[in-house]
């Protein structure tokens, strides 16, 4: 497709269950980055993939998130154990991203989210 | 100090009022800062880009960035209630050690326009 593609749109956990979140970005865009919003909050950064290049885990709130990309495309976040505190829209975004020093052409480019309810 | 900050608002005004949105950024080396609208369950959307210093424009909105004092502000002319939503600041700095150029986000401006 053209956009990025995430899926599921809605998801229904019971808590203390794994979910996995999947992330389509648009074909040759060599960044992705996962975020997580809750309502009426910004957006809560979790992980960033650039290339070839170690992931930023930074965002990352606890050892139950987890996220990979396989053959530089398609991201899959898992979260473990559920808890209720992790109900929120989780975003991935991909950006054209930048191979040298000259930062530009970086805007990221939105799927449409995973509504996730941990019940 | 937050590396991107902006006013939470809400920032209220009248139809077909200029709405000034501002940004402040830490990283005295960024190099690229977008413009995103978000309305409310909606995905962030850009609407503007904006590399050199100087003013940007694109139909009813223009993007105004001044390096040296490291703020970028959005200006949305002749505001409509359709315009309301939340903006979102986003800043990118080049690759130097310990910093691997991903976007920086600001926590957002919420923007209420009144018919």
């Known amino acids: 497709g053209a956009g990025v593609s995430q899926s599921p749109s809605n998801k229904v956990t019971e808590k203390g269950k794994d979910v996995e979140l999947r992330c389509d970005p648009i074909s040759g865009h060599t960044a992705l980055y996962w975020y997580r919003q809750s309502l009426g909050q910004g957006l809560e950064f979790l992980i960033y993939f650039q290339g070839n290049s170690a992931p930023d885990k930074s965002g990352l709130p606890s050892d139950r998130f987890s996220a990979e990309r396989t053959g530089g495309s398609v991201s899959t976040l898992t979260i473990q154990r559920t808890q209720q505190e992790d109900s929120a829209v989780y975003l991935c975004?991909?950006?054209?991203?930048?191979?040298?020093?000259?930062?530009?052409?970086?805007?990221?480019?939105f799927g449409q989210g995973t509504r996730l309810t941990v019940v | 100090q937050k590396e991107v900050e902006q006013n939470s608002g809400p920032l209220s005004v009248p139809e077909g009022a200029i709405a000034s949105l501002n940004c402040t950024y830490s990283d005295r080396g960024s190099q690229s800062f977008f413009w995103y609208r978000q309305y409310s369950g909606k995905s962030p959307e850009l609407i503007m880009f904006?590399?050199s210093n100087g003013d940007k424009e694109d139909g009813r909105f223009t993007a105004q960035l001044n390096k040296a004092s490291q703020y970028v502000s959005l200006l949305i002319r002749d505001s409509q209630p359709s315009d309301s939503a939340t903006y979102l600041c986003?800043?990118?700095?080049?690759?130097?050690?310990?910093?691997?150029?991903?976007?920086?986000w600001g926590l957002g401006t919420s923007l209420a326009v009144n018919p």
């Open positions: 975004a991909s950006s054209p991203g930048s191979g040298g020093t000259i930062v530009l052409n970086t805007e990221a480019f």
């Open positions: 904006i590399y």
């Open positions: 986003a800043v990118n700095a080049p690759y130097r050690a310990g910093n691997n150029r991903k976007l920086i």
